[in-house]
């Protein structure tokens, strides 16, 4: 089954907090349950978007890297 | 599958203040106040550093669903001057300090290494080329996801700020017993 992606997040070339911030704006929109994609470059993305996810529930399902962009796909809670 | 690009900061900020500070449904109020965790932030430097990382863990913790406020006192209260204002102060030292101390978000100095405003012109370029959003872009982020900004009425009133002087969006001065009332009742305080 693949994962339906509801919305993409370009947070490339940003440094933090963008791409965080952008994600928690856009994941506001979905309702619980659909998938937002992540695109970042910022290497302290990774570590970043654990934590994050600790915090707010939304739980982190899939995260690869390619080159120097990491993909984070998140399920809202 | 809808592509968000990196939009302008308008933008950003019009989705922001629309997704992330909704209205609560009436009666959810108190059981989602009990749950949500909060930081409160002391803006006391007024730096051009340190008003980045006050501005960077602000608008993050709203971004991880806290309840957040920063009170804004002494050399902290001038980045809520708007930038366009020069001079500020009814008497002439109020004058002489806001001619000392440019006010405004866009015009703050850095602790070390300002050599008469290069250090802050060159650290903004580093910032730009880096992808990294100015303390003023990132304040009214932070102002947009619901993070509350409290002047301090003292400063205020010592250092000669008029309401006309400062940025929208403001909360109504307080005082020290405010935000010593959400320590006590254990929310976490950072003094930047």
């Known amino acids: ?77 | 599958m809808t592509v968000m690009t990196r939009d302008a900061p308008e933008a950003l900020l019009r989705e922001a203040s629309e997704t992330i500070n909704p209205s609560p449904a009436p009666g959810a109020q108190s059981e989602a106040k009990a749950k949500t965790k909060s930081l409160v932030i002391i803006a006391e430097s007024g730096d051009l550093e340190k008003t980045w990382a006050t501005t960077i863990l602000a608008s993050t913790a709203a971004a991880s669903g806290m309840e957040v406020s920063i009170f804004f006192t002494f050399w902290g209260f001038f980045p809520l001057v708007r930038p366009e204002k020069r001079i500020t102060g009814q008497v002439w030292m109020q004058k002489m300090l806001s001619l000392m101390n440019r006010p405004g978000i866009d015009h703050l100095k850095l602790s070390r290494l300002n050599f008469m405003g290069l250090g802050p012109w060159m650290m903004k370029r580093l910032a730009r080329k880096h992808g990294v959003a100015s303390p003023g872009e990132l304040l009214a982020m932070a102002q947009a996801m619901g993070v509350k900004l409290l002047p301090c009425q003292m400063s205020m009133d010592m250092l000669g700020f008029t309401p006309e002087d400062l940025i929208d969006g403001l909360e109504e001065p307080v005082g020290a017993a405010t935000v010593l009332e959400m320590i006590a009742s254990g929310t976490p305080a950072l003094f930047i």
């Open chain 1, 1 to 77: 089954m693949t994962i339906q992606i509801a919305v993409t997040v370009d947070a490339r070339n940003l440094s933090c907090p963008m791409p965080i911030v952008k994600t928690a704006i856009a994941i506001k929109r979905l309702a619980s349950g659909q998938v937002l994609e992540v695109l970042a470059t910022d290497p302290g993305s990774a570590k970043d978007f654990a934590a994050w996810s600790k915090t707010t529930g939304n739980e982190v399902i899939e995260s690869d890297v390619q080159g120097r962009v990491f993909r984070f796909v998140l399920r809202k809670k």
